[in-house]
């Protein structure tokens, strides 16, 4: 397989043993710095370990080039370039991620038609249309990932090539940059936002595409996660024999081809360092949450999610026997790191 990356690369610095060039990938094009890709209008990116520069662009809210007009123009040419072998094409996209920041042209589309108000700015860039500007860098991403479906189809890929979408955690909050999840619903009924350990902040749609091979609008609630990727996309390119066998992913296979029986987790454990110390289980229809562990608090929330989705109702007092239960998982399952200790939970707090 050609292999290649466009995007926001957050796993390690160029030269550095987390860089993509590293990690298999034979092309990278984009940021390799979080903190970098806050800006859509880059004064550089990188190509492997070239650096791109942009004239004309000086991480204000205008300038010269997109990043993500970028990504697609890169993406186009690695698809046209590889396409009479296998290929696999990464694209972390960095909208609509903070600073809101799209062009001219993008945001005429809803300036004006999406109202704004008065709201206190903290962090990123500020914009003075931030709901329409949010709302365009969307149909920016959405008319992207349209062109490149178009172009696989006209290639004669289309039968071939599984298209995957999902993100890496839920919307963001406070308004912080400008962003309005609560006017434009982005959680729906889901409890919190990006940084937490309830559902708002983990749970995300994934769509998967295959023309001839899985069944349109089909919808599955089996519950999966993003190491599942590995072991599924190597299963459907009939090469599940190379999956490490210590991957704590499973293949969905089976749910999206449905021709064979699916296997299914006992549970999902989350450990998250980061927004006070959380973690979580989800087991079946039980979810078990702690947070501000930092703060010395190891007292467990249960919900059932069959109910209560939006995650209201803390039900652990009449349930003790599943709270010891998911007491017992998070105790095995969490592993002590230097790197990101939760000093509480390794008897160092």
Known sequence: YATGAMGKWGLGYEGSTGDPNKQGFDLF???????????HYPMFLWRNDKKVLYKGNERQLQGARHSQDEFIAEAIQFIRANKEQPFFLYLPFAIPHLSIQTSLKELDVYKGRIPEEEYVHKGYLQHPFPRAGYAAMVTQMDR???QIMELIEQLGLDEDTIIVFTSDNGPTYDRLGGSDSVFFESAGPLKAYKGSIYEGGIRVPTVVRWPGKIKP????DLISYHPDWLPTLMDLIGAADTVPKDVDGITLAPSLLGNA????????FFDFNGYGGQQAVRAGDWKAVRRNIHRGNTKLELYNLKEDIGEKNDVAAEHPDIVKRMEAIMKKEHMPSKLFPMKVLDGEG
Do not use: M, P
């Open 144 to 146: 992207g990932i349209g």
């Open 29 to 39: 094009f984009g940021y390799l710095c979080q903190a970098h890709a806050h800006s």
């Open 261 to 268: 029986k699916q296997k299914e987790r006992e549970y999902i």
């Open 217 to 220: 609008r089909q919808v599955t």
